[in-house]
């Protein structure tokens, strides 16, 4: 019997969107997602997948029920430690820059 793979992990999806905010508004918790061009979307957060987080990377996939968002938690955790190892650069490059005190306050 051959095995068969899910299509929504096979297939790469057209677009990868990030979550760029969650916010409780009176209509209820929405989602600011932002598109691969900059524009944000603003959708329920009942239409994306449960668990979601500010910073996911969502996958875009168009099928005939209509298109849906899938998490691609490996790019999502691939894009959180890129960002905290560019913190981690800049935190150190500053150390130097500043005049610190035995406390690590800024003295002037």
Request: aromatic share 0%; hydrophobic share 40%.
């Amino acid at each position: 019997m051959t095995q068969r793979s899910d299509p929504a992990q096979t297939e790469l999806p057209a677009e990868r969107w990030i979550v760029d905010g969650l916010e409780a508004t009176p209509r209820g918790p929405v989602a600011r997602l932002e598109r691969p061009d900059g524009r944000t979307v603003v959708l329920p957060l009942t239409q994306l997948p449960d668990g979601v987080k500010e910073g996911d990377v969502l996958a875009l996939h168009d099928g005939p029920d209509g298109a849906r968002l899938l998490p691609l938690p490996g790019e999502t955790a691939a894009r959180r430690a890129a960002a905290q190892a560019a913190l981690d650069t800049l935190n150190e490059a500053g150390r130097g820059a500043l005049p610190l005190n035995d406390d690590g306050e800024i003295t002037l």
